[in-house]
């Protein structure tokens, strides 16, 4: 082979045409000239797909109908989704595998953690907020830069006491604003508001969710399948609630005037879906509203 | 360091952002490398000597296969690492602990500090640390010996040269200037929408976790520009798109490794060119152009060294600079 022919052969660009420099060069033929407009067509067509897909990607975030519930300590929505580096250095150290990273829906968001609280809710049996601690960018932070605005109501307003550690020398965890908020949302469904009891594995056989039972295991997180109960009033979401004070059940007044037991959201609730997770009636009687902000 | 040298230097820089590698003048050619092309120039034994030595060359793929050992392995840190709990390399390519170190890549890092507008520590120890370390690794191996689309692409590029063979497909090129106007396009959006929207579509980012942690819906935009690139434009991601590429080629710039050109035993036949991803790179191989004895290639090279591992005359080698003065 000749070195001409593999000269030509090689090298996508080693034929651009440059305007600004053809007055030396010798004209270019017209076959030339109108591959290099192909050419020109070509990378005009390769820039407008690139884009659209990449831009594509905020269609996700301008139709979300409910925002996802994020790791604990991380920052607002939008400061979320730009500092995250989608890592998942957050997912590889959580003791339960309640983080999970987003797909290609998500659009900007594909890659960043989530919580579906129903399926694997964050229980804080690691203690000390790990996932905080793992992110390499401060999206999960324990104090957020100044900079950055305090939504009113997202602020705890004492750090958290964690029930599994209330005995220990420190036993906060250092959390300064909620994720969301426990809401009743279909008080209709709720045992205790029935007045029934609750036998069995609280959310089936099958079910593959995870938790840390003190009275099993401090370190080690069972299955919620492994671990039925049996309770004459059900309260599994106020007896499973990781943080002190968030929720009690307490005897409220009907809408009709006769009094019934409900449970009741507290200040200090952090939104971590424990009670969402462990509710045993199917969809679940109490949700985490996620971002959502304490009103008293 | 000659003139000639010295101009290609800045010249292989802009060559990187996609202008054309041109033609050196005479005047800045080495009086050696002169005497070279000089004694290349019709000489009827060096045809023979070139026509016997293709008919004796034996492939190698030598480096081919140390680099595709590495960068499986390297992926695989990242999954046995977290699937087996043993904390070696935790995180996924684009930012990570190894050993417990930070270490962050340089293009999505960048990314983040554009759309978030505020540096932690962290991140910037996990910057430092690979600019350091791909300072002195040479830029843009990143893409050859760890980025996991690359490994794809390659195979993928086979595909394309075979369909190119049997004339079922001819490779479409593009303007590789292209790939500077995405990196602009692609900072400024950071910058202005305050989303890192590049990592939305990095096929880099999309594989690596991907591997680590399942697979998602995100794996059909890397599917469909593997499509595009066998059915239409060969390689096309790394050699038109990918910003990842031009932020390590800019790193690599004054990086001890690289592939060094050495004029004498050339046979001129470019088969190094056929092979390379960037070609470009390797204008000097083209009879007359060298202007040294010795040419250094310039930082658009991923280091790969299929060329190394093609060249039937061993005219092309990976080199340390300096290091050859120190022993």
Redesign the interface.
């Known amino acids: 082979m000749s070195e001409d022919n593999s000269a030509q052969e090689v090298g996508p660009g080693s034929t651009a045409p440059e305007p600004a420099k053809s007055g030396g060069k010798p004209p270019m033929s017209k076959e030339r000239k109108q591959q290099a407009r192909r050419r020109v067509l070509r990378t005009i067509l390769l820039t407008g797909g690139v884009l659209g897909a990449a831009i594509s990607g905020y269609l996700p975030l301008a139709y979300a109908q409910k925002q996802r519930l994020r790791p604990p300590g991380a920052l607002d929505e939008k400061d979320f989704l730009s500092s995250c580096i989608k890592c998942g250095q957050c997912v590889q150290v959580c003791p339960v595998q309640a983080i999970k990273l987003a797909d290609l829906v998500d659009g900007f968001g594909v890659g960043v953690p989530y919580i579906d609280a129903r399926a694997q809710a964050c229980d804080f049996s690691c203690d000390a907020v790990q996932c905080i601690l793992a992110c390499p960018t401060g999206s999960l932070t324990y104090h957020k830069p100044e900079f950055l605005p305090v939504r009113p109501g997202a602020a705890l307003a004492a750090k958290p006491i964690l029930i599994a550690k209330e005995k220990d020398p420190e036993p906060t965890l250092n959390m300064h604003e909620r994720i969301g908020v426990a809401r009743l949302t279909r008080p209709e469904s709720c045992l205790a508001i029935q007045g029934k009891g609750f036998k069995g594995q609280a959310r089936g056989p099958n079910f593959k969710g995870e938790m840390r039972y003190m009275d099993v295991d401090r370190w080690k997180p069972i299955k919620i399948a492994d671990h039925p109960y049996d309770v004459p009033e059900c309260d599994l979401c106020v007896r499973e609630c990781p943080i002190k004070g968030a929720i009690s059940i307490e005897t409220v007044f009907a809408p009709n005037g006769t009094q019934r037991k409900s449970p009741v959201v507290h200040e200090p609730c952090v939104g971590c879906g424990v009670c969402e997770m462990i509710c045993p009636v199917e969809p679940a009687a109490i949700e985490i509203v996620s971002r959502e902000v304490w009103r008293s | 360091m000659s003139a000639g040298l010295k101009r290609r230097f800045w010249d292989q820089i802009k060559v990187m952002l ?1 202008r ?1 590698p041109s033609r050196p003048i005479v005047a800045e050619i080495a009086p050696q490398a002169q005497v070279m092309h000089h004694y290349k120039r019709g000489n009827r034994d060096l045809i023979a000597e070139k026509l016997h030595a293709r008919a004796h060359a034996e492939h190698k793929n030598t480096w081919r296969n140390r680099r595709w050992i590495t960068l499986i392995l390297a992926n695989l840190l990242f999954v046995i ?2 699937q087996f709990d043993i904390q070696i390399l ?3 390519l ?4 190894l050993i417990g170190f ?1 270490a ?2 340089l293009n ?2 960048l990314q ?1 500090i554009l ?2 507008k ?1 540096i ?1 520590v ?2 910037v120890i ?1 910057m430092t640390t690979m600019l350091v370390f791909w300072m002195l690794f040479g830029g843009r191996a990143f893409c050859s010996w760890l980025c996991p689309y690359h490994l794809l692409a390659e195979w993928a590029e086979k595909i394309h040269l075979y369909l190119v063979k049997k004339k079922l497909v001819t ?6 200037r ?1 790939r500077s ?2 990196w602009l ?2 900072a400024l ?2 910058l202005l ?9 990095s096929p880099t ?2 594989l690596s ?1 991907a591997l ?2 399942g697979p ?3 794996l ?2 890397v599917a469909a520009l593997l499509v595009f690139e066998v059915f239409f ?2 390689r ?1 991601w790394c ?3 990918c910003p990842i590429g031009l932020t390590y080629g800019v790193v690599g710039i004054l990086s001890p490794l690289r592939i060094l050109y050495r004029l004498e035993g050339c046979f ?4 190094c ?2 092979v ?1 991803l960037v ?2 790179v390797l204008d000097t191989v ?2 007359g152009r060298a202007v040294g004895a010795e040419v250094p290639i310039g930082p658009d090279c991923t280091r790969c060294g299929l060329c190394v591992d093609t060249c039937p005359t061993g005219s092309l080698k990976f080199d340390v600079k300096g290091l050859s003065k120190l022993m």
């Not at chain 2, 929408?193 to 579509?201: A, L, N, P, Q």
Request: aromatic residues 10%; hydrophobic residues 35%; proline residues 3%.
């Open positions: 996609g054309d690492s977290f935790e995180g996924a684009t930012a990570s602990r930070h962050v890549d999505s890092g983040v759309a978030h505020h932690i962290n991140l996990g490779d479409q090129p593009m303007d590789r292209l106007v995405f396009i692609f959006l950071a929408t305050g989303y890192t929207v590049y990592e939305s579509i980012g999309i976790r680590i942690y998602g819906l995100a059909l935009w434009s060969r096309a050699r038109y798109a001129h036949e470019g088969d060119r056929k390379c070609p470009h083209i009879k």
